[in-house]
């Protein structure tokens, strides 16, 4: 038996084959909490099977459930069979209820019972479409993802951290559900945030947190790091080569803890498809990856109104000054404020954020400040602060003036900024 480390919060250890053990023990309360938390994980897999790979109705579908688990499990002692060595412990459940149900149908039959298997067409037609590990796998899948999201919202809720539940919800749940993104200045005033890096770390942070609960949640049942990344990698590709509509509208049903705000959880988990439950398998955490094409016009506006320290951490007392009296970039677009030594900063700084996926700041908007700085620079101190020849700057500065999300002000900076390029060549010549 493994020490108290290995234990989670109710005192059972962490893996499904503790769980087996603590079913055989003498204490009987042990054996209850132990058998409870297998069969909460288990339960929505198994009922998908009777019910679209056997044709059994759901009503009927859960009857033979729980005798399968009174007689099986409880009289039988179905689990003192289970064995690692000799497979996954979901292999041997479903085989032993694939039997079980098969008895029940012929007691069914000799009974008049409404449903039968073994003269439907239509129950033909499910097990030739649906191969009876899919339909239990698929739904496998989906309960993993369930548990590990509803861990972590109870974890973040614990822990005082719901604005780190909140994000992953909007950022990566929501859209992946297909529901519409929240914006950005909508979603940082909701949650109290201040800058695009306080919230960009919070969703790294989030979808960080996910991953390993979702690698917590499948470590129960296997016994080694490597085994992790296997079950991880084929759970990714059950979803991802699963049908629309396969083995959903099962968990609303399930013995999952809820409450008002899990229910939503369950509910998008259960109508959505599964290729698209895939995406949550694997998600990125790269800064580019945080947020989409629409929040640039709202992070643009942001960017430019809070102090360039906010926006670039490096320039912390840049310069021997407190950070403290950095200025805006929009303060320095239309007043004295700044110098071309805070502009080159911020060029050195913005150079560095292109190539750094920890910036917490997206690479289109370091390429904004970059050239920004260079350009003001040029118009308003008639400084080149870039070694860049007058190519790559008028390339550049078109490159910005082609995005959509540019603003007014800043269009009127880089037309500028091409003038000058254009009158210093001509003066040149």
Not at 40 to 51: D, E, F, G, I, K
Not at 181 to 197: A, K, M, N, Q, S
Not at 253 to 267: G, K, Q
Not at 269 to 275: A, E, F, G, H, M
Request: hydrophobic content about 40%.
């Amino acid at each position: 038996m493994a020490g108290d480390s290995s234990r989670n919060a109710e005192g059972f250890e962490s893996t499904r084959w503790s769980l087996v053990a603590l079913v055989r023990s003498d204490d009987s309360q042990v054996r209850r909490r132990a058998l409870e938390r297998l069969l909460s994980t288990y339960y929505p897999a198994l009922r998908s099977h009777l019910v679209i790979r056997m044709g059994l109705a759901h009503s009927r579908a859960e009857d033979v459930l729980q005798s399968f688990v009174v007689q099986k499990i409880l009289e039988r002692d179905l689990l003192a069979q289970a064995d690692r060595e000799k497979g996954r412990l979901r292999s041997l459940l479903l085989k032993s209820l694939e039997n079980f149900a098969r008895t029940e149908i012929v007691r069914d039959r000799r009974h008049d019972w409404q449903q039968s298997l073994d003269d439907d067409s239509k129950n033909e037609a499910l097990r030739a479409d649906a191969p009876a590990a899919d339909v239990f796998d698929v739904a496998w899948a989906r309960s993993v993802l369930v548990e590990a999201l509803l861990r972590m919202w109870k974890d973040c809720r614990k822990m005082g951290r719901k604005h780190v539940w909140a994000l992953l919800q909007a950022r990566v749940i929501d859209p992946a559900m297909g529901r519409p993104i929240v914006p950005y200045d909508e979603l940082i005033e909701r949650l109290g945030l201040h800058t695009p890096e306080e919230a960009s770390n919070a969703l790294v942070t989030a979808k960080r947190q996910f991953q390993r609960t979702l690698r917590a949640v499948v470590a129960e049942s296997v016994d080694s790091e490597d085994e992790i990344d296997k079950e991880l990698g084929e759970l990714g590709e059950i979803l991802a080569g699963a049908p629309p509509g396969s083995s959903g509208g099962f968990f609303r049903e399930a013995s999952f803890a809820t409450d008002e705000e899990t229910d939503p959880i369950l509910s998008a988990i259960d109508d959505s498809n599964p290729r698209v439950l895939a995406r949550l398998m694997e998600l990125p955490t790269d800064c580019d990856s945080l947020w989409d094409d629409a929040d640039l016009p709202s992070l643009v506006r942001h960017q430019l109104r809070v102090p360039l320290n906010l926006v670039f951490a490096k320039l912390a007392g840049e310069g021997g000054r407190s950070s403290l009296l950095l200025p805006s970039f929009g303060a320095m677009l239309t007043s004295p404020a700044g110098s071309v030594q805070v502009l080159d900063s911020v060029r050195r700084a913005a150079r560095a954020a292109i190539s750094d996926d920890t910036a917490g700041i997206p690479r289109q908007m370091a390429a904004l400040f970059y050239f920004a700085s260079i350009a003001l620079a040029l118009v308003k101190h008639s400084t080149r602060i870039s070694k860049s020849d007058d190519d790559v700057l008028r390339y550049g500065f078109q490159k910005m003036l082609d995005q959509p999300w540019l603003g007014k002000r800043l269009t009127q900076l880089f037309t500028k900024g091409l003038e000058r390029l254009k009158a210093a060549k001509e003066g040149a010549g």
